[in-house]
């Protein structure tokens, strides 16, 4: 369960709000020739990196004002919120230690694999 701060309400449950999607992704002009593929890429394709990702959350229980939020999607940690047409602020944010997040030893991770006795590389 999160706590998000509403930049307008301050702090509140998570149930709260509302998911809008990836931050700052602009509609593009309107063109006759504009294929499907065009389309199709601003309609799906978004950069769902494991890190920090801007995105956009609506207090739907609340004021019902949209907002900006940074979280780091390997931790779930909130860092920071701002309101719309706000510059986003420079953030610090912590990856796990594996690639994948998981727990080093057991993960399928060679690089932090333990090698037993005998256990041929």
């Not at 930049?7 to 509302?18: I, K, L, N, T």
């Not at 890190?51 to 860092?79: P, Q, Y």
Request: hydrophobic share 40%; charged share 25%.
């Amino acid at each position: 369960m999160f706590v998000i701060s509403c930049p307008y309400c301050g702090a509140r449950d998570q149930s709260e709000f509302s998911y809008g999607g990836e931050a700052h992704i602009a509609r593009p002009e309107w063109r006759e020739d504009m294929s499907d593929a065009e389309w199709a890429d601003f309609v799906f394709m978004r950069s769902n990196p494991k890190g920090v990702l801007a995105e956009r959350w609506v207090h739907s229980a609340g004021c019902r004002r949209f907002f900006n939020m940074l979280r780091n999607t390997a931790t779930d940690e909130i860092l920071a919120v701002y309101k719309i047409g706000e510059r986003a602020p420079e953030v610090q944010a912590k990856l796990p230690a594996t690639p994948c997040g998981e727990a080093p030893i057991g993960s399928g991770n060679d690089a932090v694999k333990v090698m037993q006795p005998g256990e041929a590389e």
